[in-house]
């Protein structure tokens, strides 16, 4: 059973839109799409849509960690019921409540697989915008650092460390992701770089590894990474971004570059291979779909992108579209 859970907030990006993810995704036909390929819940947005202007920088923090405290239960319940969540974001912030929510209901037995142009790794210390968007891995490793940084103001940087223990206190629990892997960097802060040297197990593959490997060599890579790892339970958070801004437009932080539109289908399509094979010692727990920002978007084409993807990830081929078709 896949449970879709919305989660409309966007208020830790660049630019505000993501918030319309979950209707837009809904209404390029993500419910139906599924429900061709495997039994579908739609259980509802987890905190209402508010089209109101974003209040002021620590106010919006507060609303961004009450939008991660409503999600992280309902995708540990999600888990806990034998569902697979699929969030649908709204900006990738929120993988602090589905990450929280993952972590609990598989007591830190999980690998955290993040498709994106960026690594959102930063903290506090390194970010270049103080932006909570791109510090979701960062908070699920729980990663802390004193040392200044030049790129916000002091005021702002002491507001944002305020914050970063609340999120680590009230919203992530004890348990951090054992392994990490990132598809498809293309624009790495230099912070994060160095941030990267302090994860035990991660894995982080290029673009310039992809277009140097091709994809396909690169997903038997990771494969071949993920088995070794030891853990039985994978969480995918996939930031359209990851994308050339060709196939998805519709997005606030686009990078020049990306994963082509089948490049994008291959790691969707060998994932679903991946968690369907019985020699995997991982399954698939659920999922992240964010920073779908219909504002940014031309004729909703990004979120009817985000919703082939994920109809690959659950089981549609070139040759077997959808349950109860023909095999080939
Ligand atoms: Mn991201």
């Known amino acids: 059973m896949i449970e879709l859970i919305g989660s409309p907030f966007d208020g830790c990006g660049r630019r505000t839109g993501s918030r319309l993810g979950p209707a837009a995704l809904r209404m390029a036909g993500m419910p139906e799409a599924l429900a061709r390929l495997d039994e579908v819940m739609d259980s509802g947005d987890t905190i209402p849509l508010d089209t109101h202007p974003l209040p002021g920088w620590a106010e919006t923090a507060q609303l961004a960690i009450r939008a991660y405290q409503a999600l992280a239960p309902r995708v540990e319940a999600s888990i806990r019921a034998g569902h697979i969540p699929l969030m649908m974001g709204g900006d990738h912030s929120l993988s602090m409540g589905s990450l929280a929510g993952a972590l609990r209901a598989t007591e830190g037995d999980l690998a955290v697989v993040w498709i994106d142009a ?53 919203v992530m629990p004890e348990y951090t992701p054992k392994a990490v892997a990132w598809i498809g960097l293309r624009d790495v802060d230099p912070g994060e770089a160095a941030n990267l040297m302090n994860i035990p197990q991660a894995r982080a593959i290029t673009m310039q590894e992809i277009d140097d490997k ?110 109860g078709d023909a095999a080939p």
Not at 228 to 244: G, I, Q, Y
Not at 297 to 316: H, I, K, Q, Y
């Open 118 to 170: 960026h690594m959102d790794l930063n903290t506090p210390a390194t970010s270049p915008s103080g932006n909570l968007h791109g510090m979701p891995l960062a908070a699920a490793l729980r990663m802390m650092d004193d040392a200044p940084n030049p790129h916000i103001p002091d005021a702002r940087r002491a507001d944002l460390d305020i914050v970063w223990q609340q999120i680590l206190t009230t």
């Open 214 to 323: 091709s994809i396909g060599n690169v997903m038997d890579e990771l494969e071949a990474w993920l088995s070794a790892r030891n853990v039985k339970n994978v969480w995918l958070s996939f930031d359209v971004d990851a994308l050339d801004p060709i196939y998805a437009p519709g997005t606030g932080t686009a990078v020049r570059g990306g994963l082509t539109y089948r490049e994008g289908h291959l790691v969707a399509e060998r994932f679903c291979r991946q968690f369907a094979s019985s020699s995997n010692p991982y399954r698939l727990v659920g999922l992240d779909l964010v920073e779908v920002n219909p504002l940014a978007d031309m004729n909703n084409e990004t979120a009817a992108v985000a919703v082939e993807w994920a109809c690959s990830l659950f089981g549609r081929t070139v040759l077997h579209q959808y349950k």
